[in-house]
């Protein structure tokens, strides 16, 4: 495993994705309302758009431009347009330090 630190846990705002790029990797992060954090591919798979700009909806993350939305948990899509899942992402909390590895995506 490969995890790189992103950020501090005390960066995160609650219920807002924030974008990082690992290793070239584009990653949202979103601290939940129950104080999880979860790391989703930031490109929606229907137009190409970054979910990191979208609106934190429960336990989802919707893109802006044409409201698909997608499980912070799976990557699923729980509507149309997007059909296909964006990858979720491995993370683990040491102290305040948020790490991720950008190669290695959860089982679901």
Not at 54 to 60: I, L
Request: net charge negative; proline share 6%; charged share 25%.
């Amino acid at each position: 495993m490969s995890l790189q630190r992103i950020c501090a846990l005390s960066e995160l705002v609650q219920d807002e994705a924030r974008r990082f790029d690992v290793e070239g990797v584009p990653i949202a992060v979103v601290l939940d309302s129950n104080g999880d954090v979860h790391a989703i591919g930031d490109t929606c798979t229907h137009g190409d758009i970054s979910l990191s700009e979208g609106f934190v909806d429960d336990d989802a993350l919707e893109c802006w431009a044409h409201g698909s939305r997608f499980s912070l948990r799976t990557g699923q899509p729980l509507n149309l347009p997007a059909y296909e899942p964006v990858p979720v992402y491995v993370v683990q909390i040491d102290g305040d330090d948020v790490l991720v590895d950008p190669h290695l995506t959860k089982e679901v």
